[in-house]
């Protein structure tokens, strides 16, 4: 009997374990501290009164490649003239791929003419994970008031062929919009496509 | 790059136009072909075409719902008129974990089987099949690939069979989940993924794959709970879900075989999928019968039961020479004991059967049967401390036991063992007993049996197997010595039920009742004076008289006023509030966090759970935190509303813990409670999304 009551408490912890945090569209977003390539702590506290997007990367990953063959760039140039705070996320473990020094960093976006605000470390995955953030890329925008407003795919089409960009949906193009003009993105949550993030 | 087109060019070329595949084509850590099943078609004729992907060692590619990331194998077909294609038949899947997420895939050789249809009217000579590929192989890293395969199929009057891929077509037709005609339905509300499936015979589901993506949190636990044919199934919902078709595939797996299911979504209203945490799980019976055994054995070392059996134990060790009527007693006492347990069953059943909210426990939820076990175990204990000695050859030692009385005898003794036992299961195996007799009569009556069983089971192996009275030691002076330590136990067993009667009855009552008490003290010794000196009637008199006062009494307690109750429950309530049902109903309508705690004062594991978790400063300030609003729920006393309650969680006894988040399914935490489990429930809850 005692058994018995000994596995059903033992499933429950299992169960309560076995669940991650997961991030809200219109809750608050959850805080973070990270460092960037030069070395510099951000908090998303910090950046209250701005709208921030998150974009998770991997330089290695096909998929992010594709965005980065000139679309990546032409979004983040777009956000950098509305005053958004653009944080790319590397949440790589060492060791595993996508995972670089500060140096190297800021080495790609100089190579890939990027234009994020910072580029910053998640080496332990903690912020990656409270985010629930599964792929690169997977985009992510906060409104000023620090408030999830939109997590999914960057677009509609999910293949690592530069030529469906043109034919997608800009899902997160139209919710980064949407939140700059003060509405509610439509869809707010999409499916993010991409290679896993290498927690 | 350029000189392995050049290269897969030639050999494209090489390869003779009837065959039936289209070559392989080599891609960075995985090679495809395109196969038919034929290798000469005729018109109005459906086969079967095959893309066969071989990957490099530990490289994976994805099932129709590839999980956390990932990208399902996706194919585009140029066909002529009046030929057709139908959408992959997916093999079934394997869970693959990258930790912290979960993905669907194939590791290793994948067939991806597609019907094609020729039309009868067909009259070209060949069809040019053209297939565009694109998929995603992984290891830990990721490429996406693709690779354009052809193949041309002659027409011609008859069909021939491509024989050498016959195996292969074989072998991926097996790799297929069965189409199972179930009827299934699939619900969304309250954060989770719930479907019920009705099995045309009970399977052993060990997982399931939900086809549509972005529905379930693939990586959270699933709950898989088979009742009789029906299973019901639940799994967290996706962080990114946002909408469902109406109609999805399902795939169970079994040890051996995986079965295709189509759910249809549940309407709206419709009832709540209710799936609490394993405790509808059906156990093998033969598992239940060996646990009830088990915790029989264990009732032998309850502080009431312990003293009376070590004594009847050791007699029994002391005439080893009397095997014949030892064994003979031994059965007897058996035979007391199981009946015992079989008539408490029916007992139970029957009240049950005529419509009483009864659970199990209600021994101690009636005041006076309290009062009356109160009285037995302390006139047990003074027969034990020597005051008085009582038949039934139970507190015989030594070689007393020569003049055995018979049958009769051992088996009362196995119906006392019962009755002294009874308070001390209702703790201890209130909620496994009540879940007994929540099953269908005979299991229930057989439960009961092998608890009874498990009980009796120390003097079988005593009387029936020499060696175990061989282990004992021998007996002498000491045991009259242990015999008198042995009554402390029964004075304290006493003394709790002592208090559950005054928790019940009110302080006044009690009083009363250690009144009875000093009279049954008065009786025993007035008794036990006569056994020693064979004095005359007056003494049986008083004795008797002394007895009616004791039983009397309890039933003379002034009942305790509804005031006096809920002033005791407004002092008391710091952090928690009465439950009733009407109260529930309205603080979850109002959106509001409800924890619901289901105790009683003889529940032993209930008063550790509310001391060491729910009356700490953490949970009350964990409490505070989220605003839940705390109900705790009496049933100490028989409370018909409490007993429909636990009953809609399949429970019939206390404890229960259920944790109410607006918009999440209800919550059952377990029955033993950790410092942190309701924080950390709270924390968790509180995270998930609402719907």
Request: net charge negative; hydrophobic share 50%.
């Amino acid at each position: 009997m005692k058994l018995h009551q000994l596995v059903l408490a033992a499933s429950a912890a299992l169960l309560s374990l076995g669940l991650a945090a997961a991030p809200q569209v219109g809750a608050p977003a959850p805080d973070f501290s990270v460092v960037d390539s030069k070395g510099a702590n951000h908090k998303l506290s910090d950046f209250a009164g701005k709208n921030v997007v998150l974009e998770w990367t991997n330089h290695d990953c096909p998929f992010v490649k594709k965005h980065y063959q000139g679309n990546m760039q032409a979004l983040q140039a777009e956000m950098q003239a509305q005053d958004v705070v653009w944080l790319s996320v590397i949440s790589s473990a060492p060791g595993k791929q996508g995972h670089v020094s500060g140096t190297e960093a800021d080495a790609l976006t100089a190579s890939r003419s990027a234009l994020p605000t910072a580029v910053v470390f998640d080496e332990s995955g903690t912020v990656g994970q409270a985010y629930d953030a599964r792929t690169t890329p997977h985009m992510y925008v906060i409104d000023k008031a620090g408030v999830l407003q939109y997590m999914g795919g960057i677009d509609s089409i999910p293949s690592a062929k530069v030529d469906d960009i043109a034919k997608a949906t800009p899902h997160f193009a139209n919710a980064a919009k949407a939140v700059l003009s003060g509405e509610k993105p439509d869809p707010a949550i999409t499916k993010p496509y991409g290679c896993s993030v290498k927690y | 790059m350029r000189s392995v087109i050049f290269l897969l060019l030639c050999c494209s070329v090489l390869i003779p136009a009837h065959a039936a595949s289209s070559g392989w084509q080599t891609a960075k850590h995985l090679q495809a072909e395109l196969i038919s099943e034929y290798r000469q078609v005729s018109a109005g004729q459906q086969l079967q075409l095959a893309l066969h992907f071989v990957p490099d060692e530990h490289w994976h590619t994805y099932w129709q719902n590839p999980g956390d990331s990932g990208l399902a194998t996706s194919l585009s077909w140029q066909l002529p008129d009046g030929v057709t294609v139908g959408d992959i038949q997916w093999p079934v899947p394997q869970a693959i974990a990258v930790p912290p997420l979960m993905n669907y895939g194939f590791a290793g050789a994948t067939v991806l089987l597609s019907d094609l249809n020729i039309a009868p009217d067909y009259a070209a000579s060949s069809i040019d099949i053209q297939l565009q590929a694109d998929w995603l192989v992984c290891e830990e890293v990721c490429i996406p690939a693709e690779a354009q395969l052809s193949l041309t199929l002659p027409v011609g009057s008859s069909a021939v069979v491509a024989a050498d891929y016959a195996a292969l077509f074989q072998q991926a037709r097996q790799q297929l989940p069965q189409t199972l005609q179930a009827n299934g339905r699939f619900d969304t509300s309250g954060g989770a993924f719930s479907a019920t499936v009705d099995l045309p015979q009970p399977l052993q589901i060990e997982a399931f794959f939900v086809a549509a993506p972005e529905l379930v949190d693939h990586a959270a636990s699933q709950q898989i709970n088979l009742q009789g044919n029906q299973l019901l199934l639940q799994q967290p919902l996706n962080t990114y879900f946002s909408g469902v078709a109406p109609q999805i595939e399902l795939v169970l797996v079994t040890a051996d075989a995986a079965y295709s299911v189509q759910l249809t979504q549940a309407g709206q209203g419709a009832a709540e999928i209710l799936v609490t945490q394993g405790q509808q799980r059906d156990s093998a019976l033969w598992l239940i019968l060996l646990m009830a055994g088990a915790g029989g054995l264990i009732l032998n070392l309850m502080p009431c039961v312990f003293p009376v059996l070590s004594l009847k134990a050791l007699s029994i060790a002391a005439n080893s020479a009397q095997q014949a009527q030892q064994q003979r007693d031994a059965l007897f006492y058996s035979a007391g004991v199981v009946l015992s347990f079989v008539l408490l069953a029916l007992l139970l059943i029957g009240l049950r059967a005529a419509g009483e909210a009864v659970g199990w426990g209600f021994q101690l939820q009636n005041p006076y049967l309290v009062a009356l076990l109160v009285y037995l175990l302390f006139a047990l204990g003074l027969s034990l401390s020597g005051v008085v000695q009582f038949g039934l050859g139970l507190m015989n030692t030594g070689g007393a036991l020569a003049t055995a009385k018979g049958g009769k005898g051992s088996f009362f003794t196995g119906v006392l063992a019962v009755v002294v036992a009874s308070p001390c299961t209702a703790p201890f195996m209130g909620s496994a007993l009540g879940y007994a007799v929540g099953q269908s009569a005979p299991v229930a009556l057989l439960v009961f049996t092998a608890l009874g069983l498990g009980m009796a089971l120390p003097f079988l192996l005593l009387a029936f197997v020499p060696g175990f009275a061989k282990v004992l030691p021998k007996p002498g002076a000491w045991m009259d010595t242990l015999k008198q330590w042995l009554a402390y136990p029964l004075y304290l067993s006493a003394v709790w039920l002592l208090w559950v009667f005054g928790r019940q009855a009110g302080v006044d009552a009690q009083a009363l009742l250690l009144i009875g008490v000093v009279c049954v003290a008065a009786a025993c010794w007035l008794w036990g004076r006569r056994q020693l000196t064979q004095q005359g009637a007056a003494t049986a008199i008083a004795v008797l008289l002394l007895l009616i006062i004791a039983l009397a009494l309890p039933a003379l307690a002034p009942k305790p006023t509804v005031d006096n109750a809920t002033a005791q429950t407004q002092t008391a309530a710091a952090h928690w509030q009465s439950w009733s049902a009407a109260t529930l109903q309205q603080l979850r309508s109002e959106g509001k966090p409800v924890l619901v705690n289901m105790t009683a004062d003889w529940c032993i594991t209930c008063l550790v759970n509310e001391r060491v978790a729910l009356n700490t400063d953490s949970s009350k300030a964990a409490l505070a935190l989220y605003d839940v609003t705390y109900l705790k729920g009496d049933w100490t006393l028989r409370d018909a509303a409490i007993t429909e309650y636990l009953r809609l969680y399949q429970r019939d006894g206390v404890p229960l813990y259920v944790l109410y988040w607006p918009g999440q399914p209800p919550q059952v935490l377990p029955q033993i409670l950790t410092p942190d489990t309701l924080s950390q429930t709270l924390a968790r809850l509180s995270r998930q999304p609402q719907s």
